[in-house]
């Protein structure tokens, strides 16, 4: 019922050049995929050029962050109707790393989310719990926190236009992945969470996707659980092949 979706953040990589040689690769290699939304998320210098590439194909695009005002003095920001200029569909808002390095708060988040929506872009708003935080027996009241402060103000019809990346900081770019078992366990909880704060029809249609250290060796086990709907990709979405075997689940098919 909900269409899985996997989407690769390129984080601080790839020129124009690089970027062009990834997204040719893998739209070669993921054109016969139908059943999963595949999204890339190029650094904001290649958002154009990729989009130009993936024109008429089934791949999407989205930005890595946005700021919430449509134009302005606001030097070194870029705007929702930049985004959508260039193409962009999907818009990571919210990521740990913005958290974490740069000052992001569930109140600028929750700001993001309310633009993009209003300019038609799809956030993908990221949650998770630090390691300090999951060791001290947190993990719950953390999520919760990112997710009802960041989704605070949205309708329904908005609710159903969001993403949620649950990604434990302490999987990021660690090789250390939440077993199927802990990541179905917190996305669970979200998903009842949402149904709380919005209803428990819009909370079954929302897609949530794991995120932290996903490779092709554990997608499959993750997807098998009935609450995650796809991946928030870094490392392993930087390499055509890796990715599209996480778009096919590991499988090939
Ligand atoms: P990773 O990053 O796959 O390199 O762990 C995931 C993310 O930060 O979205």
Redesign the pocket.
Known sequence: MRKPIIAG?W?MNKTIGEALELVNSLKELVADVTDVEIVVAPPFTALQAVGEAIKGTNIKLAAQDMFWEESGAYTGEISPLMLKDVGCQYV?IG???RRGYFGETNETVNRKVKAAHKHGLKPIM?VGEKLEERESGVTKEVVKDHVVNGLKGLSEEEMLNTVI?Y?PVW?????RTATPQQAQEVHQFIRELLGEIFSKEVAEQVRIQY????KPENIAGLMAQPDIDGG??????LKADSFAKIVKFGRSR
């Open positions: 953040n984080k990571i990521h740990s790393e990221c990346a990604e999987a990021i770019g660690t090789g995120g932290g250290s996903i928030l990709v870094g490392g392993a979405s």
